[in-house]
Structures are given as structure tokens and as C-alpha cells.
């Protein structure tokens, strides 16, 4: 630690962009991170970074806000690492040798080196500043993969075949991965050097999963979210029971109220309450599983698969151009969710003539082969952007879907602002049917808690 | 109880547990804050063995509740002896009921369960409260009592208050969200599966007698397993039973025979057997 100074305003910073980021952190937390400096010392970076990541988060998913924010406000050093003007050739030579030898310190001084020598641009002071994609970009990493094998290979001797090396190319894509992730850091605290620290912290550091766009999230962050889908589906059942307690509660029954009082002299003593049947509702998920909002229609239709023991019946229906129902893939698809959109591609029939979505066919084809799916107990959602490339949207089959059922509603995980504009159906769905922005997995959880029928 | 965060891991090293820096610091910190620790990872990572070096180290005894679905406050406080309560009151027959009741509600009637236990008497305590996620929501009251007052009410005997509070240890393995309170209570600390020197070092002293090759690789190849999509995916459990399969197979590398005939170690799926051997393009099982 560089600069000992001013460690209560870092921590009061610290905790203010963690907050900013949704991470609840109250006074008392605060107090035991400040106790926490005080016990740690200032020595050790790393430590001090697991003893405030103890007192101040209280469950996993915060800890990817957590590392960057971090970064931000206890910075590995100040400055520029004090070597001189990196060659890019010579950096290349240098992080192939450190690759090989999975030094992580040695890899992080040479994401510094490379911040410092590749990722700079612009010269006025007000618009300068240090790119990591920039830095990345010219470095290629991820073309030494051949040279550090080699460099491995040599490293072991040349010693006969090793089982273990088949899995060495993997083994090193994550330690590029690694590589890649120092550089992003450390840009970063390049830029909060010159910039204030406190805005950095709220807009460069990457939201958490759950508050993602689905339709830009990355790959990583689908995997992220699609891990969550067990978690959130208990929560989210927990919300469905106390709704439908509450639902259940219902209103007195006179009748039985009275007939229960003749015990008391005709005094009622105890109110019957009338029960609600214990029916559970159906539901119909019609999924659009084209690429552009696959991640969304995945990731929701995990979340109901979780939730089917809430419901009597749950059937998902897949679509681009052509509809199929998917719901035994999904039975099965529990266990592995990275694979369902493979297993969906594979083995459903989603398009006719060519590859784009079409929501008229798609729907029309619905009503007509599965209307029997939809009755007066059925809950139907439909999750998709509602852009139709160009072609008939079909309104007249929606219509009839949503006579049929008991409520239809649209799922859109498009911003509310792009509704209608280019190939966008969605006004026109949304006279017929209930259409909701949903953009995150936050907003459909939300959503989700509020529309499901209990 | 320590003097510094590497005081913490020599003498955790010392009981055969070894700590990554953040469990370490954390332990510390539980310490020196005094306030409980929250553990909360995969299976077998360890998680219920910390607590257990912790109390090794501390020379103190451990109190373990171990939690599950319907574990209830007679569980997990204090219990009346009925029976012995039935045969007090048979025997004395011409007392009082007044008697027979001051009698009957006192100490020599009450069974201490773990939370109870932990708060009473002088010595040195480590109170763990494992797999918390499997118990009931209602026991996190209970929890939440004990765990902000340190003290317990038995109504017919009065309020018993810790003078020497124990070190908590609660363990989760998220199969249950714990609730926001219970956990704002605590310190928070995630062990996940550790870097790969640090399970070099787990295999090396729970499996002394296996080569410095074999270690290395079968380090390697847990590494690549836990990077695919298993349905349960192999902790460090695994790992050290895996060591110890090989050391007893008399293996001084790895090859494809091997591994084919010791997966079903690693791994308890049949569907994760398959995917990996494919994965390690091991040839069909
Ligand atoms: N850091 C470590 N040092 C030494 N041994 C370890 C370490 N981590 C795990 N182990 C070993 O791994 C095994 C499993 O540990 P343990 O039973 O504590 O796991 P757990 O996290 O409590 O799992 P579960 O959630 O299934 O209860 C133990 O035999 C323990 O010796
Ligand atoms: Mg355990």
C-alpha cells in the first residue's frame, strides 16, 4: 500500500459504489470493515481485500462487483510500472515465458507493462485515457497459445507423453483468460488515476449478472445466469406459496360458520373460512429461441422448469419459424442448462424454408396443432422481441390464443423505447395481449413473482 | 486466540488443515471480532472440517449441531427429561404438586442440547452449527436469539448467559437462501475449490506417499474436471480419495487404463463418467 492516507474515505467510497451496484451494505457492516483495517494493517493488499470482502458482502454473487470496486479504491501502486516504453514483440516474448510458467505476479507486471505501452490513446488531458481493449487488441494474447505449449513442453523435460498433457491447451486458455482479466483491471486504475475514482467505480465496473441486458450480455454472464436459475426459482417459489396462502385465506363461509356454532349455543366462536380449491394453475410458456434473444428465452425457460412443481401442468413450446414442443427436453435439460439450446436445435423442428424468426407462421401454427394445450385454466406466456423481419404478424391467431386462455402475457426483452421501430411487431401484440419490458434477469424475476398465477 | 493472520495458518497447518489466504484472514477476523462465521461452498471443500481445526487449535471442545429438515428447538436448545420427570413424581407420591413442580423443572431434569451447551460453563468452546441450509426457516430465529444475546431463557429455570462466548462456525451449502438477518449477523466466507499449489499441498500431506509426478497430475486432470459441465462436479474429497485409489493401485503415472478404471472414484454420475471420458478422449468406457 502505497498510500496509507485517507483510508476511511476509501472505505466510505468502497461502500458507497458497492451500494450503488444494489449490494445492501448497512452502518454496521461499515464499522466492522473499518475494524477489520484496523486488525489487518495495510501490509498486505490481498488480505485486506478477503477480511472487506468478509464483513461487507454476505453471499457469493457480489464478490465479481466486489474484486473490480476493490481495485479501485486500494490500487495495486500509483503510477506507470517505471520501465520503459514496451516493444510489443518483446512483450509478447516475455508474457509467453510467464504463460508457460503460470506466474501469475510476473503475468500481472506484464498487464501492467502493456496497459502502460499499448493501451494508451488521445493526448489533450481531457480526452486521453487507457484501454483494455486497445492493450488486448494489440497484444493478441491469445495467439501465443502454440508457442507457450511449446514452452511447456520444454519446461517438462521432453520427458515421454504425460496424460495429464492433453488437457494442457485448456489449461493455458484459462490462463490467458486470467491475463486478460489483470489487463481490464488494470486499466481501469489507470483510468481512476486521472479521473474521479468514484464515477469510474459505478459505470466501469461490469453490473452484476442479474442486472444484465439479456440481449448483450455475454457469454460468460448467460453461463452466470443460467447457474442462477435453481437458486432463484426457491426464492421465487417461496413468493408464490405466501401469495397463494394469502389467496387461500379467502373469505368467510356463513354458512358452515353458523353449523360450527351449534356446539357453542349458537354462539360463532370459530370463523370457516372458505377454501379455495387446490387446483393449481397450468401454464404454456411459446419461447422464440432464435440467436437474437436465445439468451432470455433460455434462461426463462429454465427458471419455469425449476418452478413446475408449482404449477399442474407446465408445456414449453419452442419457435424461430415453425413451432415444436420442447417440454420433455427440458425435463431433462435440469441437469445439464448449459446444453439446452444444442438439444433444442437438434432435436426440434424450429424452421421451415429458412432461418430467421417468423412470429405469424409460428403462432399460426400454434393455434391450429396445439389449441388443446391452451384452456380456461391456462396461463400462457410469450417470451420473444416481436420482431417479424418484415412478414405478417398474424394477429388474428393471437387473438385466438388469448380467448381461449386465462391470461396471455408478452415478455419483451427489449427496452420499451425500441418497441415498434424497424421490424417490430410489438404495438401491435400489445393492444391484444399484456406485453412487459423485461430486459434483466432482475425485472423478470420480479415479474415473474407478480404474473405467475398461484 | 491469534496473533496474525499467519499465526492463523501455521497453527491450522499444524492440525492437518491447510487455509488459502481468505479463510485465513477470515478466521482471524471471526476471532478478533468477535462474531461468527458464516461458511458457505460446494460439498467437501472443507467447510465442516475448518471448524473442527479451529476448535484442535484452540484447544477447545466442539459443539456441533447438525442441522436438518424438522430439527427443532428440543433439538437444538434443551429438552425436559419426561421420563425421568414421570418417575420423580411417581415415586414421591404424598408431596405437594408445588413440590414435585420446583423439583421436577430443575437442572438434574434438563437436557442441554448443542446451543444451550455452547453458552454454559467457562471453558472454551467452538459451536458448530453445520448445514445450516437444511434446517427449517423458523430454527434462524431461534438462531438469530442465541447468536445476538448469547444468552437463553428456560422459563422455568430463568436466563442463562454465556460468560465466556464460544466461536461460531455455521456452515451452508446453499441448497436455502439464509435469511438476510442471520446473515448480517455474521461474518461471510466463501470456500470455493482451491488453486491448484494449494491442493497440491492438501494431497501431499493427506497421501504422503504418493509421487510428486502422480500429485501434480492428478491435480491437473480434478482441475480440467471441475471446468466441465458435470452434474456434480469432484472437490477436494474426491480429489484425495482419488490419491489414495492410485497410491493403493500402485500407479506411477497416469495413463488412459487408469483413469478409465478409476473415474467411477471421481465422479458419481454415470451420464459425468461418460461426458469426461469423451472430454479426455479416453476411449469407450
Ligand atoms: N484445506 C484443507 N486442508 C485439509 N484438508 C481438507 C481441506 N479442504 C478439504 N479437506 C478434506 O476434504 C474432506 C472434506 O471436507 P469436509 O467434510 O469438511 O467438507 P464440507 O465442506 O464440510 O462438505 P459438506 O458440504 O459435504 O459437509 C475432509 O476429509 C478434509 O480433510
Ligand atoms: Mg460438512
Not at chain 1, 496509507?4 to 450503488?20: I, M
Not at chain 2, 487449535?57 to 428440543?74: F, I, P, T
Not at chain 2, 506417499?209 to 459441465?229: F, H, P, Q
Not at chain 2, 454415470?270 to 471420458?277: E, H, S, V, Y
Request: hydrophobic letters at 40%; charged letters at 30%; one cysteine or more.
Amino acid at each position: 500500500m502505497t498510500t496509507p492516507a485517507g483510508v476511511p474515505e476509501r472505505l466510505t467510497g468502497l461502500v458507497g459504489a458497492l451500494r450503488a451496484h444494489g449490494v445492501r451494505v448497512g452502518t454496521g457492516e461499515t464499522v466492522d470493515a473499518a475494524r477489520a483495517v484496523e486488525a489487518l494493517g495495510l501490509a498486505d493488499r490481498e488480505l485486506l481485500r478477503e477480511g472487506l470482502a468478509a464483513t461487507l458482502l454476505h453471499g457469493t454473487g457480489h464478490r465479481t462487483v466486489f474484486d473490480p470496486v476493490f481495485d479501485l479504491y486500494f490500487p495495486r501502486g500509483i503510477g506507470a510500472p517505471g520501465t520503459g516504453a514496451a516493444d510489443r514483440e518483446e512483450l509478447r516474448d516475455r508474457l509467453a515465458e510467464a504463460l508457460a510458467a503460470d506466474d501469475r505476479a510476473l503475468m500481472a507486471r506484464l498487464a501492467a507493462e502493456a496497459v502502460d505501452g499499448l493501451g494508451g490513446y488521445g493526448s489533450s488531458p481531457d480526452s486521453d485515457g487507457w484501454s483494455a481493449y486497445q492493450t488486448l487488441d494489440r497484444l493478441r494474447p491469445q495467439t501465443l497459445l502454440a508457442r507457450v505449449r511449446t514452452g511447456v513442453r520444454e519446461r517438462n523435460g521432453g520427458g515421454g507423453p504425460e496424460f495429464a498433457d492433453r488437457l494442457l491447451d485448456d489449461e493455458i486458455r484459462r490462463r490467458i483468460e486470467a491475463f486478460r482479466a489483470m489487463v481490464g483491471s488494470e486499466a481501469r486504475r489507470r483510468v481512476a488515476e486521472r479521473r474521479d475514482r468514484d464515477m469510474l467505480a459505478r459505470r466501469a465496473v461490469r453490473p452484476t449478472a442479474d442486472r444484465v441486458d439479456f440481449l448483450f450480455a455475454g457469454r460468460d454472464q448467460l453461463a452466470e445466469l443460467r447457474r442462477a436459475a435453481q437458486p432463484l426459482a426457491r426464492k421465487l417459489a417461496t413468493r408464490l406459496a405466501a401469495r397463494r396462502r394469502r389467496a387461500a385465506r379467502g373469505t368467510i363461509d356463513l354458512r358452515r360458520t353458523l353449523r360450527g356454532s351449534l356446539s357453542t349455543g349458537g354462539v360463532p366462536m370459530r370463523p370457516v373460512l372458505r377454501r379455495r380449491r387446490p387446483v393449481r394453475p397450468e401454464l404454456v410458456l411459446l419461447c422464440d429461441v432464435s440467436g437474437s434473444v436465445s439468451g432470455f428465452s433460455d434462461f426463462t425457460m429454465l427458471l419455469v422448469q425449476a418452478l413446475h412443481d408449482q404449477f399442474s401442468k407446465v408445456r414449453v413450446f419452442a419457435f424461430v419459424n415453425r413451432i415444436d414442443e420442447v417440454t420433455a427436453l427440458l425435463d431433462h435439460g435440469t441437469a445439464d442448462p448449459e446444453g439446452l439450446s444444442a438439444r433444442i436445435g437438434a432435436e426440434a423442428t424450429l424452421t421451415g424454408w429458412h432461418g430467421s424468426s417468423d412470429y405469424g407462421v409460428a403462432l399460426g401454427e400454434f393455434a391450429e396443432r396445439y389449441g388443446d394445450a391452451v384452456g380456461p385454466r391456462t396461463t400462457v406466456f410469450v417470451l420473444g422481441d416481436a420482431r417479424t423481419n418484415q412478414s405478417d404478424p398474424n394477429l388474428p391467431a393471437v387473438r385466438r390464443i388469448a380467448e381461449r386462455a386465462r391470461r396471455v402475457y408478452w415478455l419483451n426483452p427489449e427496452q420499451r423505447s425500441q418497441w415498434g421501430t424497424g421490424d417490430s411487431a410489438a404495438p401491435a401484440y400489445a393492444e391484444l395481449v399484456e406485453m412487459h419490458e423485461c430486459r434483466t434477469a432482475r425485472q423478470l424475476s420480479g415479474l415473474v413473482g407478480r404474473l405467475l398465477p398461484v | 486466540m491469534f496473533s496474525s493472520v499467519d499465526d492463523v495458518s501455521a497453527r491450522l497447518a499444524e492440525t492437518g488443515y491447510l487455509a488459502s489466504p481468505a479463510v485465513a484472514t477470515t478466521v482471524f477476523l471471526a476471532d478478533r471480532l468477535g462474531k461468527p462465521l458464516l461458511v458457505e461452498g460446494p460439498a467437501g471443500v472443507g467447510k465442516t472440517e475448518l471448524a473442527k481445526a479451529v476448535a484442535q487449535v484452540a484447544d477447545a471442545r466442539l459443539v456441533r449441531l447438525q442441522c436438518y429438515e424438522g430439527v427443532d428447538e428440543s433439538r437444538a436448545l434443551y429438552e425436559w427429561n419426561h421420563a425421568k420427570q414421570l418417575l420423580r413424581i411417581s415415586a414421591g407420591r404424598d408431596e405437594s404438586w408445588d413440590e414435585a413442580r420446583t423439583d421436577i423443572f430443575s437442572e438434574e431434569f434438563l437436557l442441554p442440547r448443542p446451543l444451550l451447551t455452547a453458552i454454559r460453563g467457562d471453558d472454551p468452546k467452538v459451536l458448530l452449527i453445520d448445514e445450516t441450509d437444511k434446517a427449517d426457516v423458523e430454527v434462524e430465529g431461534l438462531l438469530l436469539e442465541v447468536l445476538s444475546d448469547f444468552q437463553v431463557t428456560v422459563p422455568e429455570l430463568g436466563t442463562v448467559t454465556a460468560t465466556r462466548r464460544p466461536f461460531v462456525v455455521l456452515t451452508s451449502n446453499a441448497s436455502r437462501e439464509l435469511s438476510e438477518a442471520l446473515r448480517r449477523r455474521c461474518l461471510f466466507l466463501h470456500i470455493g475449490f482451491p488453486e491448484e499449489e494449494l491442493e497440491r499441498r492438501i494431497v501431499r500431506l493427506k497421501v504422503p506417499g504418493l509421487s510428486e509426478a502422480l500429485t501434480e497430475s492428478v491435480v491437473r486432470v480434478i482441475g480440467a474436471l471441475r471446468a466441465m459441465d458435470l452434474r456434480k462436479v469432484p472437490s477436494v474429497a474426491e480429489t484425495i480419495d482419488w490419491a489414495r485409489t492410485l497410491l493403493a493401485l500402485g500407479a506411477d503415472t497416469l495413463d488412459e487404463t487408469v483413469v478409465r478404471d478409476s473415474l467411477g472414484v471421481i465422479l458419481k454420475h454415470q451420464d459425468d463418467i461418460q461426458k469426461a471420458a469423451a472430454k479426455l478422449d479416453l476411449d469407450a468406457l
